[in-house]
């Protein structure tokens, strides 16, 4: 168990290896094209490199579109680009929406993340809130200084911005939308958190509830779900028109979400969120903690974010 929660957290911190499209050039594609910004500059943080997907029909279209922002954009679109040869295909599970008629399609910008991957996505504030002994074991996990809202600061202040004034896009709430897995399911819950009026829809998928390893993390496990259940009170509130997607397998990682994501529930039912209409939670037999499994289940996420609530 030991080998394999140790191989689990190379997943979760792992940084892939980088080969891409011709950099700052439009690449065509069979539907849709690819816009590859090696370097855009921020305040906040290093330097980002940013993926844009246009949706087929941009060009000639006078539509604006909604956003979704993704994170980890190495394993978003090109497998020579992924950390593991494998890739949420987000193109591809849009494309199949967009054919099936489910959506009239959207902007996807996929964000890569940085050598400290897991130091970009813990949310600071949930940080701030862990017991001495739970922040020791983060920063055994971190390894270094949280920059989360900074990252956060990043996408809300300068590449939305960037992206809004360059795209037609739809850029209020409503069609700006925020997905993540691990421990980019938690950034994700984080921006549409503190952010709620530029994030209209998250999808935290195989969240990594733990915050650390597991094993580790096990024993006070109480007390992490108490830290999280202050945060979805304190910080997240009522939903206001914002909505949520979560998910898990029940492979690998995945195998220790299921109790966490069940007390989020309740407290998110608490505080005023209504199942299937304010927040979806799916869990997946059988799926493990990776891009193959995340994309199976990429169109769902897709179309329950897209669609309207129902009235």
């Known amino acids: 168990m030991r080998r394999l929660l140790l191989f689990a957290l190379m997943l979760v911190l792992a940084v892939p290896a980088s080969a891409s499209p011709a950099a700052g050039k439009v690449k065509p594609a069979a539907a849709g094209s690819f816009l590859d910004l090696p370097r855009v500059t921020s305040k906040n943080i290093d330097a980002a490199r940013v993926t844009i997907w246009l949706p087929p029909g941009y060009a000639k279209a006078r539509t604006r579109w909604p956003v979704i922002y993704m994170h980890d954009g190495q394993n978003v679109f090109f497998p020579k680009r992924s950390g593991y040869n494998k890739v949420w295909a987000a193109d591809k599970a849009m494309l199949k929406l967009m054919v099936e008629g489910t959506t009239t399609g959207a902007i996807i910008v996929a964000i890569d993340h940085q050598p400290a991957r897991a130091r970009q996505y813990f949310p600071q504030k949930i940080y701030d809130a862990l017991g001495a002994d739970l922040r020791a074991e983060a920063d055994r996990f971190l390894m270094g200084p949280i920059y989360s809202d900074n990252y956060l600061r990043f996408i809300v202040t300068e590449l939305k911005p960037m992206i809004d004034k360059r795209y037609r896009t739809a850029k209020d709430r409503a069609n700006t939308y925020v997905v993540g897995s691990s421990m980019g399911g938690l950034i994700s819950l984080y921006a549409i ?28 496990q109480p007390r992490v779900r108490a830290v999280w259940e202050t945060f979805l009170t304190e910080r997240l509130g009522p939903p206001n028109g914002r909505r949520i997607w979560f998910d898990h397998g029940d492979q690998t990682l995945d195998q220790f979400y299921g109790p966490y994501q069940t007390e989020i529930d309740r407290k998110l039912i608490s505080i005023g969120w209504q199942p299937q209409t304010d927040f979806e939670t799916r869990s997946y037999v059988g799926a493990a903690h990776e891009e193959n499994a995340w994309a199976a289940r990429l169109p769902e996420i897709f179309a329950w974010l897209l669609a309207k609530a129902p009235e």
């Open 193 to 220: 958190a503190e952010y709620p009026d530029v994030f209209g829809g998250a999808a935290c998928v195989s969240t990594h509830w733990p915050l650390a390893l597991p094993d580790r993390v096990g024993p006070h």
